[in-house]
T-cell receptor, first 112, second 114 residues
């Protein structure tokens, strides 16, 4: 079982650009959540996808959007990148509630 | 959501038992207490979850008093590899059909010395 896999592991983008991050959930999991973790802070919930729909959203602007595919994998898109978007982006998968979420290694995004 | 308070940092030595206490005075009836561990540049890893009294697994124990206003994560015989950030989370894992995201605070940075 590969667990939760995210790609790419590192990424450098310029302000104003757009970025797409990808996540494959743990086998058997149908729910994918995305988190942003700034340096020295705990992860902050962005949104969750279930049955290809955004089911819940944290306090993030519309520049952050996502998608879930029929195979349960997911993408996080961020438009009009700001320097403040530099962070570790984490994907977590779960099934039937979030009692135990499995996290990927994350994608380190640097905006310059 | 119930707010949690935990120490910013703790130090201990290899072979010792480490107890990290989390306060959650406003915990709701349906809330569970969950602990995650995170190493640098990695995603958090689930350690343990409990509702009341004591829960034990192969990694840790979780002690929850009757009033549930606090909880203590106990790590037996720690090693250098237990150096990490430990997060205490309180919430209803089934709220909104499980759609509510996990709420992380700043966590406790545990440093284990030889």
């Amino acid at each position: 079982d590969a667990g939760v896999t995210q790609s790419p592991t590192h990424l450098i983008k310029t302000r104003g650009q757009q970025v797409t991050l990808r996540c494959s959930p743990k086998s058997g999991h149908d729910t994918v959540s995305w988190y942003q973790q700034a340096l020295g802070q705990g992860p902050q919930f962005i949104f969750q996808y279930y049955e290809e729909e955004e089911r819940q959203r944290g306090n993030f602007p519309d520049r952050f959007s996502g998608h879930q595919f029929p195979n349960y994998s997911s993408e996080l898109n961020v438009n009009a990148l700001l320097l403040g978007d530099s962070a570790l982006y984490l994907c977590a998968s779960s099934s039937g509630g979030v009692a135990e979420a499995f996290f990927g290694q994350g994608t380190r995004l640097t905006v310059v | 959501l119930a707010k949690t308070t935990q120490p910013i940092s703790m130090d201990s030595y290899e072979g010792q038992e480490v107890n990290i206490t989390c306060s959650h005075n406003n915990i709701a009836t349906n809330d569970y207490i969950t602990w995650y561990q995170q190493f640098p540049s990695q995603g958090p890893r689930f350690i343990i979850q409990g509702y009341k009294t004591k829960v034990t697994n192969e990694v840790a124990s979780l002690f929850i008093p009757a009033d549930r206003k606090s909880s203590t994560l106990s790590l037996p015989r720690v090693s250098l590899s237990d150096t990490a950030v430990y997060y205490c989370l309180v919430g209803d894992p089934y709220s909104g059909g499980g759609a509510d995201g996990l709420t992380f605070g700043k966590g406790t940075h545990l440093i284990i010395q030889p």
